[in-house]
Protein backbone atom coordinates (compact mmCIF):
# COMPACT_ATOMS: atom_id res chain seq x y z
CA UNK A 1 0.00 0.00 0.00
CA UNK A 2 0.77 3.72 -0.58
CA UNK A 3 1.73 5.83 2.65
CA UNK A 4 0.71 9.20 2.56
CA UNK A 5 1.84 11.45 4.83
CA UNK A 6 0.64 14.95 5.82
CA UNK A 7 3.10 17.87 7.39
CA UNK A 8 0.67 18.96 10.05
CA UNK A 9 -2.47 17.10 12.10
CA UNK A 10 -3.68 20.48 13.43
CA UNK A 11 -3.17 23.53 12.53
CA UNK A 12 -4.50 27.01 13.50
CA UNK A 13 -4.26 30.04 11.63
CA UNK A 14 -5.04 33.60 11.66
CA UNK A 15 -7.10 35.67 8.95
CA UNK A 16 -4.83 36.66 5.96
CA UNK A 17 -1.78 34.69 6.95
CA UNK A 18 -0.46 32.11 4.19
CA UNK A 19 -0.51 28.48 4.73
CA UNK A 20 1.24 25.78 3.54
CA UNK A 21 0.11 22.05 3.87
CA UNK A 22 2.24 19.39 2.65
CA UNK A 23 1.92 16.01 1.59
CA UNK A 24 4.15 13.24 0.61
CA UNK A 25 4.12 9.70 -0.68
CA UNK A 26 6.40 7.07 0.07
CA UNK A 27 6.21 6.01 -3.73
CA UNK A 28 6.77 6.62 -7.38
CA UNK A 29 2.90 7.68 -8.05
CA UNK A 30 2.17 10.47 -10.59
CA UNK A 31 -1.23 11.52 -9.27
CA UNK A 32 -2.06 13.18 -6.22
CA UNK A 33 -4.95 15.34 -5.06
CA UNK A 34 -5.99 17.72 -2.52
CA UNK A 35 -9.75 17.32 -1.33
CA UNK A 36 -11.38 19.47 1.86
CA UNK A 37 -14.20 17.39 3.84
CA UNK A 38 -16.91 19.47 5.25
CA UNK A 39 -20.19 18.60 6.79
CA UNK A 40 -23.24 18.10 4.59
CA UNK A 41 -20.89 18.59 2.25
CA UNK A 42 -19.01 15.46 1.97
CA UNK A 43 -15.38 15.43 -0.22
CA UNK A 44 -14.51 18.42 -3.01
CA UNK A 45 -11.66 17.87 -5.24
CA UNK A 46 -9.80 21.13 -4.58
CA UNK A 47 -6.98 20.93 -7.38
CA UNK A 48 -4.72 17.56 -8.57
CA UNK A 49 -1.64 17.02 -10.29
CA UNK A 50 -0.84 14.43 -12.44
CA UNK A 51 3.01 14.78 -13.04
CA UNK A 52 6.06 17.14 -11.67
CA UNK A 53 4.65 20.42 -12.14
CA UNK A 54 1.33 19.67 -13.80
CA UNK A 55 -1.55 20.12 -12.23
CA UNK A 56 -5.01 20.47 -12.68
CA UNK A 57 -8.16 22.66 -10.65
CA UNK A 58 -10.87 20.80 -8.86
CA UNK A 59 -14.31 21.67 -8.23
CA UNK A 60 -13.37 24.02 -5.83
CA UNK A 61 -10.30 25.36 -6.49
CA UNK A 62 -10.82 29.80 -5.61
CA UNK A 63 -8.27 30.84 -2.54
CA UNK A 64 -6.32 28.08 -3.28
CA UNK A 65 -2.91 27.05 -5.21
CA UNK A 66 -0.42 24.09 -5.30
CA UNK A 67 3.05 23.08 -6.38
CA UNK A 68 4.20 19.80 -7.19
CA UNK A 69 9.03 20.32 -7.52
CA UNK A 70 9.82 16.33 -6.74
CA UNK A 71 7.07 13.42 -7.82
CA UNK A 72 6.50 12.36 -3.93
CA UNK A 73 5.60 15.88 -2.47
CA UNK A 74 2.53 18.13 -3.38
CA UNK A 75 1.68 21.12 -1.25
CA UNK A 76 -1.58 22.79 -0.99
CA UNK A 77 -1.45 27.01 -0.92
CA UNK A 78 -3.72 28.95 0.86
CA UNK A 79 -2.50 32.76 -0.16
CA UNK A 80 -4.23 34.36 2.44
CA UNK A 81 -6.36 32.37 4.84
CA UNK A 82 -9.77 33.15 5.15
CA UNK A 83 -12.38 31.74 7.82
CA UNK A 84 -14.57 29.55 5.27
CA UNK A 85 -11.40 28.08 4.67
CA UNK A 86 -11.59 26.19 8.04
CA UNK A 87 -12.09 22.47 7.34
CA UNK A 88 -10.29 19.09 7.09
CA UNK A 89 -7.85 19.15 4.34
CA UNK A 90 -6.88 15.57 2.97
CA UNK A 91 -4.62 14.70 0.67
CA UNK A 92 -4.47 11.52 -1.11
CA UNK A 93 -2.37 9.54 -3.97
CA UNK A 94 -3.42 7.10 -6.88
CA UNK A 95 -2.16 3.89 -7.61
CA UNK A 96 -2.38 3.81 -11.19
CA UNK A 97 -3.17 -0.72 -11.06
CA UNK A 98 -6.11 -0.17 -9.47
CA UNK A 99 -6.93 3.99 -9.84
CA UNK A 100 -7.59 3.36 -5.86
CA UNK A 101 -7.09 6.48 -3.83
CA UNK A 102 -4.88 5.80 -0.78
CA UNK A 103 -5.56 8.98 1.77
CA UNK A 104 -3.34 10.58 4.25
CA UNK A 105 -4.06 11.29 8.09
CA UNK A 106 -5.89 14.80 7.24
CA UNK A 107 -4.80 18.40 8.32
CA UNK A 108 -7.64 19.96 10.31
CA UNK A 109 -7.02 23.56 9.81
CA UNK A 110 -8.76 26.64 11.37
CA UNK A 111 -8.66 30.03 10.73
CA UNK A 112 -9.23 32.14 13.12
CA UNK B 1 -22.07 16.64 -14.03
CA UNK B 2 -21.50 12.90 -12.51
CA UNK B 3 -23.67 12.66 -9.42
CA UNK B 4 -23.48 10.19 -6.53
CA UNK B 5 -26.00 9.64 -4.21
CA UNK B 6 -25.95 6.95 -0.94
CA UNK B 7 -29.17 5.78 0.88
CA UNK B 8 -29.65 5.75 3.72
CA UNK B 9 -27.17 8.70 5.15
CA UNK B 10 -27.84 7.38 8.77
CA UNK B 11 -28.19 3.86 9.49
CA UNK B 12 -28.51 2.72 13.30
CA UNK B 13 -28.74 -1.02 13.52
CA UNK B 14 -28.36 -3.58 16.38
CA UNK B 15 -25.52 -6.32 16.56
CA UNK B 16 -26.50 -9.59 14.55
CA UNK B 17 -28.54 -7.68 11.58
CA UNK B 18 -28.23 -7.91 8.02
CA UNK B 19 -28.55 -4.26 6.00
CA UNK B 20 -27.74 -2.97 2.74
CA UNK B 21 -26.37 0.58 1.57
CA UNK B 22 -27.24 1.86 -1.40
CA UNK B 23 -24.91 3.78 -3.58
CA UNK B 24 -26.31 5.65 -7.19
CA UNK B 25 -24.29 7.63 -9.76
CA UNK B 26 -25.72 9.45 -13.14
CA UNK B 27 -22.62 9.04 -15.81
CA UNK B 28 -21.70 5.93 -17.12
CA UNK B 29 -18.83 4.90 -14.93
CA UNK B 30 -16.87 1.52 -14.61
CA UNK B 31 -14.92 1.83 -11.76
CA UNK B 32 -16.68 2.53 -7.99
CA UNK B 33 -14.74 2.52 -4.45
CA UNK B 34 -16.17 2.08 -0.78
CA UNK B 35 -13.89 3.84 1.77
CA UNK B 36 -14.49 3.92 5.79
CA UNK B 37 -13.85 6.61 7.98
CA UNK B 38 -13.75 6.69 11.23
CA UNK B 39 -14.82 9.86 13.62
CA UNK B 40 -11.83 11.90 13.17
CA UNK B 41 -9.61 9.78 11.11
CA UNK B 42 -8.81 9.91 7.63
CA UNK B 43 -10.83 7.48 4.77
CA UNK B 44 -9.70 3.68 4.28
CA UNK B 45 -9.86 1.99 0.89
CA UNK B 46 -12.51 -1.12 1.72
CA UNK B 47 -13.22 -2.26 -2.21
CA UNK B 48 -12.41 -1.41 -5.56
CA UNK B 49 -15.00 -2.61 -8.10
CA UNK B 50 -13.67 -2.41 -11.57
CA UNK B 51 -16.18 -4.22 -13.60
CA UNK B 52 -19.91 -5.01 -14.30
CA UNK B 53 -21.16 -7.62 -12.03
CA UNK B 54 -17.69 -7.34 -9.49
CA UNK B 55 -18.26 -8.61 -6.30
CA UNK B 56 -16.05 -8.39 -3.64
CA UNK B 57 -15.96 -9.78 -0.05
CA UNK B 58 -14.41 -8.79 3.41
CA UNK B 59 -15.43 -10.11 6.46
CA UNK B 60 -18.99 -9.22 7.25
CA UNK B 61 -18.86 -6.43 3.96
CA UNK B 62 -19.84 -7.61 0.88
CA UNK B 63 -19.68 -5.48 -2.03
CA UNK B 64 -21.34 -5.10 -5.70
CA UNK B 65 -21.09 -3.16 -8.74
CA UNK B 66 -24.39 -3.11 -11.56
CA UNK B 67 -22.57 -0.92 -14.06
CA UNK B 68 -25.77 -1.12 -16.03
CA UNK B 69 -28.18 0.13 -13.28
CA UNK B 70 -25.41 2.59 -12.30
CA UNK B 71 -26.00 1.34 -8.72
CA UNK B 72 -23.36 0.04 -6.13
CA UNK B 73 -24.55 -1.69 -2.73
CA UNK B 74 -22.75 -2.72 0.46
CA UNK B 75 -24.25 -5.21 2.42
CA UNK B 76 -23.55 -5.93 6.00
CA UNK B 77 -23.78 -9.72 7.46
CA UNK B 78 -24.45 -10.22 10.81
CA UNK B 79 -23.63 -6.22 11.93
CA UNK B 80 -20.64 -5.98 14.94
CA UNK B 81 -20.03 -2.41 17.07
CA UNK B 82 -16.53 -2.29 15.45
CA UNK B 83 -18.54 -1.64 12.41
CA UNK B 84 -19.53 1.87 13.14
CA UNK B 85 -18.41 4.46 10.60
CA UNK B 86 -19.17 6.40 7.77
CA UNK B 87 -18.99 4.44 4.82
CA UNK B 88 -18.48 6.26 1.32
CA UNK B 89 -19.06 5.46 -1.88
CA UNK B 90 -16.70 7.27 -4.71
CA UNK B 91 -16.85 6.70 -8.86
CA UNK B 92 -14.67 7.89 -11.10
CA UNK B 93 -15.71 9.70 -14.23
CA UNK B 94 -15.14 8.35 -17.34
CA UNK B 95 -12.31 10.48 -18.25
CA UNK B 96 -10.61 9.03 -14.94
CA UNK B 97 -8.24 10.12 -12.31
CA UNK B 98 -11.19 12.43 -10.50
CA UNK B 99 -13.28 10.73 -8.02
CA UNK B 100 -17.01 11.95 -7.30
CA UNK B 101 -17.48 11.02 -3.80
CA UNK B 102 -21.13 10.40 -1.97
CA UNK B 103 -22.51 11.92 1.19
CA UNK B 104 -21.61 9.23 2.92
CA UNK B 105 -23.62 6.53 5.12
CA UNK B 106 -23.10 7.24 8.96
CA UNK B 107 -23.52 3.96 10.31
CA UNK B 108 -24.43 2.83 14.31
CA UNK B 109 -24.14 -0.54 15.29
CA UNK B 110 -25.88 -0.84 18.83
CA UNK B 111 -24.77 -3.64 21.28
Known amino acids: DVKVTQSSRYLVKRTGEKVFLECVQD?????MFWYRQDPGLGLRLIYFSYDVKMKEKGDIPEGYSVSREKKERFSLILESASTNQTSMYLC???????????FGPGTRLTVT | ELKVEQNPLFLSMQEGKNYTIYCNYS?????LYWYRQDPGKSLESLFVLLSNGAVKQEGRLMASLDTKARLSTLHITAAVHDLSATYFCAVDIPSGSRLTFGEGTQLTVNP
Open chain 1, 27 to 31: MDHEN
Open chain 1, 92 to 102: AVEREQTYEQY
Open chain 2, 27 to 31: TTSDR
